[in-house]
């Protein structure tokens, strides 16, 4: 369920689209940034502020990899598969991931710290294999650099080797 202050951020979005169906992107963003997931309840409260049936909501949400239906760990880490960082190691990055987590892709550590996602494309092409981790970017990466980005965050909750910030989407929202 959405509290009443992210019903009334996505209510004051309205006047920058020409309906309120174009809003759906942003208001899953507001619901995800809330709750860390994007529960049942929050996609039939989107659909009763944007006027769209829940299934129209749920089609949207499930399109997109940025899009967790399910709760996440603290840190969600999301690696491009895509060609461009395929091309570069994606695969053995993910291998090495799910090794050094004891878990496959999709799932969650026990202590519920880590979630490790395949997603597409993240708009890094340049600088793969990369990953996305909560909001932050690491980019150019290797198994050595994973394992002291898992070591910072288990030890300090952030690390000097992020890149960047992914802006666009939060700044929508
Ligand atoms: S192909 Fe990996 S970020 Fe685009």
Known sequence: MLSEAAKTRIQELFPR???????????????QK??????????????VLLELTPVQVYETATFYTMFTLQPV?????QVCRTLSCALVGAGSLIRH?????GITAGETTPDGLFTLKKVEC?????????MQINDEYYEYLTTDKVDRILEDLRRDGKSSLASGPFLIPLQMA
């Open 122 to 130: 993240l708009a890094g092409c340049g600088a793969g294999p990369m």
């Open 73 to 77: 760990g603290k840190y969600l880490i």
């Open 34 to 47: 809330e709750q860390g997931y994007i529960s049942e309840e929050a996609m039939a409260d989107i659909g």
């Open 17 to 31: 689209y020409p309906d309120k169906r174009s809003c759906t992107l942003a208001a899953l963003r507001i619901a």
């Open 97 to 101: 991931l799910e090794q050094k987590l």
